[in-house]
């Protein structure tokens, strides 16, 4: 397995082994355990939360560790294009300014990734605990995440993972614990290892079918309010009803694979 | 980062000796390997420490482009992978009066200490020390040359064109709309995109 050389750190540290558990790329192996901690394992990627350039930074570390069993090459060539990928339409998002994460650093080589760490809990989970009462709330919302898919979408970028686990609700560094309602805050879209750009009518429209589908089935009970969703998406940027008109066709041929089978 | 390698850094405002400086780094006189940089071109503490830490990086995975850790660093400022521009944008030249000056140590130089490259500097740096600190590179940088070096956009007003309201995607205001903040987190991004494949 080709490695990147780097000279033997004078701390007690072994030089990172194949295993994927706990064995993090240079220059993160030398930093002190505590420091970084897991906080997810992704099929593609682990997550950890540690600090960047100064102790009181939070962020977010991105690891794509190899993977063994692949050819080596094809597997650097793929990790290495895989986090390049995310990074470049992470700067681009941020640039057209749709809420995303920033980019702090980046080693593709090494095949990590360093992020701005978002406050705040996944829109998933903002939802599960809200208010049952505050329908408005609810609704305005929505109407945000049509606003900001539709951003997205409206600078030719595709998440392609699109779901409420993988947009967090930023709260406003003005907000007090009491006057929230439990869904303010900014929504910041996540996790776009498979993100695209250059897309075509189709993508978008099956990006919306994804966070359709998912949607429905980790709120059941908000499901019926999901056209709120389209509805803003739909006044989001020029081209969107066309890209709603072909996630009708895209529905429709989903159905119809199930009645197939 | 590994504990043999320190980063020291330095910040001089009024300063008057500027082109010898320059002509020293030049020359290669070994006594002056620092990164000089214009701190009229540095936005904030994490602007400069960001392009510090991938110079680092890039020293550890033996994958310098340039001559050495501290050219290295100028050149991590840049969004693109012209070493020569990054020297005339973000280096010292005979008109910068705020300086920045970083010096790396590393394990063949352990004789490189605060105290010793703190003397060397005061001695040879015609100008006013100052705190490193995000207060001071407000006061110095030249927020619009810096945005127009890094083509990067400042926030828009982000509505679609019917909502004139000032709560934009649940928020009313507050770190999103500060624009030294949001040029910041572009500039990191573009830095760590440099010279990518």
Redesign the interface.
Known sequence: MSR????P???AVPAPTNSKVHALP??FD??PPEDLELITQGAEALVYKTTF??PT?PAALKVRPSKPWRHPTLDKRLT?QRI?AE??V??KC????V?VP?????????GWLVL?WIEGMSVKEAIRRRDTGDETGLR??LE?IG??VGRLHGIGVVHGDLTTSNMM??P???ATTTASSGL????VLIDFGLATQATQEEDRAVDLYVLERAFGSTHPKEEGMFDVVLEAYG???KGAKTTLRRLEDVRMRGRKKSMVG | MPPELALHVAMYTDVENASFLKDQLLAGNAEFEYAFIDASMILSTKHVLAAAFRAMNDHLNERLKSRNIHSEIVFCLSPNNNIGEAFRRFGVSESTRNLLVLKVATATTPDITLESVSKHLSTHIQGKECAFDDANFRKVSDVERIRKVYKANLPTSRSSSKSGKPVVNGTSGGREFDPIWSLERQILGLMALRGAT
């Open positions: 990147t050389a780097h000279p750190e004078p701390v240079p220059p030398s930093s350039l100064s930074t290495r390049l990074s470049r992470l700067v941020k640039k057209e300014g809420p920033a980019v702090l650093a980046l080693d593709w080589e090494a701005e305005t919302l945000r606003q900001v609700l930023r406003d560094a003005s303010d805050g900014e929504i006044k989001s940027y």
